[in-house]
């Protein structure tokens, strides 16, 4: 059975959880200022406070970039929709250069 998760915490929240941290209260009293929250979750909400770069933000998904740039999915949709509806899906590979396989496109 996978785990289930509660609903995130608000941003508020978790400021305050952060604010609270910052001037050295410890796991279990800000759990009893804020039962609704477990302790797990506060804990981890420090944890990934540090790593934050804003704290409005999360950290990006890793992964492989894209392969097809903006500029050459542009130029693809130029291709389609103004000078040749009807070209071929291997000369569109060959317009950006073979850099994706057959199915990207």
């Given at each position: 059975?996978?785990?289930?998760?509660?609903?995130?915490?608000?941003?508020?929240?978790?400021?305050?959880?952060?604010?609270?941290?910052?001037?050295?209260?410890?796991y279990?009293?800000?759990?009893?200022?804020?039962?609704?929250?477990?302790?797990?979750?506060?804990?981890?909400?420090?944890?990934?406070?540090?790593?934050?770069?804003n704290?409005?933000?999360?950290?990006?998904?890793?992964?492989?970039?894209?392969?097809?740039?903006?500029?050459?999915?542009?130029?693809?949709?130029?291709?389609?929709?103004?000078?040749?509806?009807?070209?071929?899906?291997?000369?569109?590979?060959?317009?950006?250069?073979?850099?994706?396989?057959?199915?990207?496109?």
């Open positions: 059975i996978p785990p289930r998760y509660g609903p995130d915490l608000k941003p508020e929240l978790r400021a305050r959880i952060s604010e609270l941290r910052s001037i050295q209260w410890s279990k009293r800000i759990h009893a200022k804020h039962p609704e929250v477990s302790l797990l979750a506060i804990i981890k909400t420090c944890q990934r406070e540090v790593t934050r770069n704290s409005s933000l999360t950290t990006p998904r890793t992964g492989v970039s894209r392969k097809l740039s903006l500029t050459d999915r542009d130029y693809i949709y130029d291709i389609i929709s103004f000078r040749d509806p009807y070209i071929k899906n291997r000369d569109l590979l060959h317009e950006v250069n073979n850099k994706v396989k057959i199915r990207i496109i």
